[in-house]
């Protein structure tokens, strides 16, 4: 498949994931329903293993020229949001994708269950001293999502507090854009019955067993009222600024070429340059 022909099939499955209405890049007020997306779909594949592997790893290496030359021009900032329930496949993204670029100008930050300290302070505190700064890229694995997942679906924080967040989120990520920060919001989509074999996998292989928590299967337990929570979170926050992609994730190399598509995208749309450097540079001779 084509790279044009790739690109319209990812923008026909945005409109059609669900209903045409949704799709695969939903809007703010607009009805969402992570049901309706088939987590196995293959929206970006050629139709082979191998062949989306392959482009995988092209876009990847691309991509190590293109954070250089973001980090050189030091005019934007790059923030990719990996959102996913357990085993979606996170931590294999952040390799798969984005693990040729070079540690200068890239941090990872994996985002835990709040402290006693960023407790005390607003929910977005922690989060802003994390995001990137100029010419940064920045992933973070799980974000301030948690903050409207977990507390939701135990209880915590009531339907009022809950819209007071996703208002929260919507000023604090425009304020981002409008600072030249480029948000790409990815949603890892798997299925119950994958997240099942793949926490299988991890008991069944030692040296995964470290990766596998008990508390994982009572989350799991509440599959539905997760996917209930995720859908409205989508809703409310899929703004013009920073909308989500929904990234069927049932097959891994189809998760690391989608959001290796449309990220290499996303920074092949931006006017970077190299700076000028010093004009009294040229036609010197180092002896």
């Given at each position: 498949m084509a790279r044009s022909q790739r690109?319209?099939?990812l923008e026909d499955y945005?409109?059609?994931?669900s209903g045409g209405r949704a799709g695969a890049r939903p809007e703010k007020g607009k009805g969402?329903?992570?049901?309706r997306i088939d987590p196995s779909a293959k929206p970006?594949?050629?139709?082979?293993?191998?062949?989306?592997?392959?482009?995988?790893?092209?876009?990847?290496?691309?991509?190590?020229?293109?954070q250089e030359l973001l980090y050189a021009d030091r005019r934007y900032k790059l923030l990719v949001v990996l959102q996913g329930i357990d085993t979606s496949g996170k931590d294999g993204t952040i390799r798969g994708v984005f693990g040729e670029m070079s540690a200068l100008g890239v941090r990872t930050v994996g985002w835990k269950a709040p402290t006693d300290?960023?407790?005390a302070h607003d929910f977005l505190w922690r989060i802003h001293q994390a995001v990137p700064g100029a010419g940064e890229i920045v992933l973070f694995n799980r974000s301030q999502y948690e903050d409207v997942l977990v507390p939701v679906v135990d209880g915590s924080i009531d339907r009022a507090e809950t819209e007071r967040r996703y208002d929260a989120i919507n000023d604090f990520e425009r304020m981002l854009v409008e600072s030249k920060t480029v948000l790409l919001k990815f949603m890892l989509h798997i299925s119950r019955d994958e997240q099942r074999e793949r926490l299988q996998?991890?008991?069944?292989?030692?040296?995964?067993?470290?990766?596998?928590?008990r508390g994982d299967l009572e989350v799991r337990r509440h599959w539905d009222e997760?996917?209930?929570?995720?859908?409205?979170?989508?809703?409310?926050t899929g703004t013009p600024w920073a909308p989500w992609h929904i990234v069927p994730s049932n097959s891994k190399t189809h998760r690391n070429l989608m959001v290796a598509e449309i990220t290499h995208r996303t920074l092949t749309q931006l006017p970077l340059r190299y700076p000028p450097g010093d004009p009294s540079l040229h036609g010197l001779r180092i002896e």
């Open positions: 690109r319209a099939a945005r409109h059609a994931a969402f329903d992570l049901a970006c594949s050629s139709g082979s293993k191998a062949k989306d592997k392959a482009r995988a790893e092209e876009l990847a290496l691309d991509l190590d020229r293109l300290a960023e407790r996998a991890r008991i069944d292989d030692p040296t995964k067993r470290w990766k596998f928590e997760y996917q209930q929570a995720y859908s409205a979170a989508i809703a409310a």
